[in-house]
């Protein structure tokens, strides 16, 4: 839950009642706590915040070279629900993704040097799901590259955290190939929800 919610600061709101209840589970008293627990269990987590699957999983996996033996995910799991009960189920789900897949990665290539497309990467400051630096040591990669740094918490700046700065830099990007000849930032912008 806190996952999707990190998304974007306008989803902030909707994640303090639940956080509340979990507080509550954790440090009420005895019967505050079972009431809350019962309320925990009946929210449908996976199906209201599902652990991405699919072809998301798939990638994930690819990107480690080590893969889990057949007991592993079951031991593993066991270990976080014991050290997470109230979240270790959910948790615990995506070490089972990548169970048989037995593809090895392709090596990651390092400081590619096409000067005929230079890259524009976008990255949020303050992203609860990807760290800013991943935006700057993927700029680091691609040497002919520039980063926006949206300062903010938006996942995916670009028409979705309501910065029309960090938009301006996307779309004459994506449209005419323009961009920035240096790095730029660009100010919070507050999107009511």
């Not at 639940?18 to 005895?30: C, E, R, S, W």
């Not at 998301?56 to 889990?68: K, S």
Request: hydrophobic share 35%.
């Amino acid at each position: 839950m806190v996952a999707s919610q990190v998304k974007s600061q306008s989803s902030y709101g909707d994640a303090a009642a639940p956080l509340t209840t979990v507080n509550t589970a954790i440090n009420g008293t005895v019967p505050e706590q079972t009431q809350a627990r019962a309320t925990l269990d009946s929210m449908g987590w996976l199906t209201a915040y599902p652990i991405n699957g699919g072809a998301t999983a798939f990638i994930g996996c690819l990107d480690y070279p080590q893969r889990l033996t057949r007991d592993d995910p079951l031991t593993l799991a066991e270990q976080v629900r014991t050290q997470s009960p109230i979240c270790g189920f959910g948790a615990s789900q995506a070490l089972f993704f990548c169970e048989g897949v037995n593809v090895q990665p392709d090596p990651v290539p390092v400081n590619f040097t096409n000067t005929q497309t230079p890259l524009l990467i976008i990255g949020s400051t303050h992203d609860g799901l990807t760290p800013y630096n991943w935006a700057t040591e993927l700029a680091g990669n691609f040497l002919n590259s520039c980063v926006i740094a949206y300062d903010g918490t938006q996942h995916t700046p670009y028409l979705a955290a309501g910065s029309a700065c960090v938009d301006a830099y996307g779309t004459d990007y994506l449209v005419r190939l323009q961009r920035p000849t240096s790095d730029m930032s660009c100010p919070y912008a507050y999107v009511s929800p």
